[in-house]
């Protein structure tokens, strides 16, 4: 199966992440491709040209990275990742959702503040993401305690998210205002899984 | 449960449609509440101030559309609408992936040109959505003929999408483009689900 993605991306990250955790990344061919919203890369298969792509043997090609994740989760990891239906599972899924959503409203703060021409820059904008952004912070700093040594699709997206946060918003000082986030982070981002995907520079 | 959003959000739709197709709509207080990027409604529980979002009876808040979604298809309703691992599955969650990728690009495609001040308007960026939206189409169009009488997370997903562009897109004119796709909705839309679901003016 072959992965496209870049290694700067988030979601590409969560999917890595969680190939390396199930020990089946070696198995996936990773096809190494960037794209901007204003600049699709023809070669990504999705019809939305975006990435994570995951191209099948009989030439599906699915996205997005939740659907790429649970997909690969049973086809060939141990489905640890996705609880079956129950709490556990919609634990996971929101907070899934949750670093998704910060996710979502970075990427589109940093479109609006580097890709953007300055002289279109809308500060509404910007201030209506960061509110989504400090939500997510502020939720997840209260379920850091819950989260313990639980490895799934939940605290993958949320660590991906964070390591997000340091890579393109390194002044953010998210860890002052969300120490019981920090200190989760600090232990997870240690994971092999989580090294060896730190984005480039 | 307390379901919260508003009658013009695609997304919101999503819920309501999978909730009147799986007969338990009756019991979900809808509170209407509508939220912009620029302008996040506090009253909203969800950390990213989006809809939908639904309150559970133990004070938990599940969102987004696809949680919610699958939450309630097997709370409330029979499993129908996300199948169990397997082929039927991956392809309900693609369709799914690709009918909200579309609705993203459409809602950022409006968000900039309603939204923003028109000054601050870029024509790359709607160029860019505008490919996105447009790739959707042509991905639904060589599955219509596969959608058959399938009534479930995708093929919803995908006639909520489509409602949008004709609620917000008038003159798009996709009907001509895509026949195939144009001639499933036409009967898709006329489930009592859909009518019922028409975004108001």
């Known amino acids: 199966m072959r992965l ?6 988030p979601y590409v990250r969560k999917v890595r992440v969680q190939a390396m955790e199930g020990g089946y990344w070696e198995q ?5 491709l960037g794209t901007t919203p204003i600049d699709p890369n023809a070669g990504i298969a999705n019809p939305l040209k975006k990435v994570p792509a995951l191209e099948l ?5 699915l996205f997005d990275s939740r659907v790429i994740c649970e997909y690969l989760d049973g086809a060939l990891g141990d489905g640890a990742s996705f609880p079956a239906p129950g709490p556990a599972r919609w634990t ?7 670093g998704d959503g910060l996710l979502d409203a970075a990427l589109l703060l940093r479109y609006e503040t580097s890709l953007r021409p300055a002289e279109l820059c809308w500060n509404d904008w910007c201030d209506g993401q960061t ?3 400090d939500g ?4 997840m700093e209260a379920q850091a305690a819950d989260f313990g040594d639980t490895v799934d699709i939940g605290t993958i997206t949320t660590a991906c998210a964070l390591g997000y946060l340091d890579f393109r918003y390194k002044d953010k000082g998210w860890r002052e205002t969300y120490p019981a986030l920090g200190a989760w982070y600090a232990e997870f981002s240690q994971r092999p899984s989580m090294t060896a995907t730190v984005p480039p520079e």
């Open 57 to 61: 043997g009989d030439g599906m090609v």
């Open 136 to 139: 997510a912070l502020a939720d």
């Open 92 to 98: 996971a899924l929101r907070r899934q959702a949750l």
């Open 4 to 9: 496209t993605g870049s290694e700067t991306s």
């Open 131 to 133: 509110v989504k952004i």
């Open 28 to 32: 996936l061919d990773f096809n190494e």
